[in-house]
């Protein structure tokens, strides 16, 4: 069975609904056992260039589970969740969104794949998913796809700003 850490956010049509009922979802997707979710935190969208101006804040969350599923097949599931809640994939990125499910970790494992890298590329340096992460696997590592070592999720909360992150609640 491998542990995989899933990111949640939404920021369109009622976000706290959004979250709460895709960690619902998701603690019952076939095949799958639900560990654990994080509390619930609002955040700033992030700021790029190549992100829409003005946007609502996010809420977010992160949710643990335990499978044998292959992982493209689980990303599939993932979006199958996203379109349900209204979610277009329309090639923007960093847009608002009524729901975005991103698979953050598979235990140790790095993976490169076209349509899924693991870690999620902007793990080590988000706020909105590091503390959320923090709250329910403290002593996890995370592989680094560059150096092929782990650094230990302490060290990454330690170097990230909390971007003005505000932990609202339980899940």
């Known amino acids: 069975m491998?542990?995989?850490?899933?990111?949640?956010?939404?920021?369109?049509?009622?976000?706290?609904?959004?979250?709460r009922q895709a960690i619902a979802e998701l603690g019952?997707?076939?095949?799958?056992r639900f560990l654990t979710a994080s509390g619930l935190y609002k955040s700033r969208p992030l700021t790029s260039p190549l992100a829409p101006p003005s946007q609502p804040d996010y809420i977010n969350a992160v949710l643990a589970i335990e499978t044998e599923r292959d992982a493209l097949n689980l990303l599939d599931?993932?979006?199958?969740?996203?379109?349900?809640?209204g979610r277009v994939r329309d090639g923007e990125r960093w847009g608002p969104r009524p729901l975005d499910l991103d698979v953050l970790l598979i235990d140790d494992k790095i993976i490169n794949h076209a349509r899924l890298i693991i870690p999620h590329p902007g793990l080590h340096e988000r706020s909105f998913v590091l503390y959320p992460l923090q709250e329910i696997a403290p002593d996890l590592s995370i592989p680094d796809h560059d150096s092929q070592k782990s650094v230990s999720l302490q060290e990454l909360i330690a170097r990230c700003d909390d971007e003005g992150l505000e932990r609202l609640h339980d899940a």
């Open 77 to 85: 599931e993932l979006q199958a969740i996203e379109r349900q809640h």
């Open 2 to 19: 491998a542990t995989i850490y899933i990111g949640i956010g939404s920021n369109l049509d009622n976000p706290l609904q959004h979250v």
């Open 28 to 32: 019952i997707l076939s095949e799958c």
